[in-house]
């Protein structure tokens, strides 16, 4: 590794996926003005996800069917050009 480009304050931070409640704790260099308690008893950072391995498509298998014509039908009827 190339010395002097990578950043040395890692320390442990909380990340929730707010979309099933799933939390973990890792290292990373993000700040966060919230904390929450951990299963060891110490305070960390919290840092909030929309979305992670436990909550994406992909790694569950659940694929979400998205209304497609219905969008593409809305977005032809705002967008439309009047023929004159």
Same mark, same amino acid.
């Given at each position: 590794?190339?010395?002097?480009?990578?950043?040395?304050?890692?320390?442990?931070?909380?990340?929730?996926?707010? $979309? /099933?409640?799933?939390?973990?704790?890792?290292?990373?260099?993000?700040?966060?003005?919230? +904390?929450?308690?951990?299963? &060891?008893?110490?305070?960390?950072?919290?840092?909030?996800?929309?979305? $992670? /391995?436990?909550?994406?498509?992909?790694?569950?298998?659940?694929?979400?069917?998205?209304? +497609?014509?219905?969008?593409? &039908?809305?977005?032809?009827?705002?967008?439309?050009?009047?023929?004159?």
């Amino acid at each position: 590794m190339k010395q002097g480009i990578h950043p040395e304050n890692y320390r442990f931070v909380v990340f929730k996926d707010m $979309s /099933n409640g799933y939390s973990f704790l890792s290292r990373s260099t993000t700040s966060s003005r919230e +904390t929450v308690k951990w299963e &060891d008893g110490n305070e960390y950072p919290l840092i909030k996800l929309e979305i $992670s /391995n436990t909550s994406h498509p992909f790694y569950t298998g659940k694929n979400v069917m998205l209304d +497609t014509a219905g969008r593409i &039908d809305k977005f032809n009827k705002r967008y439309k050009k009047d023929a004159k």
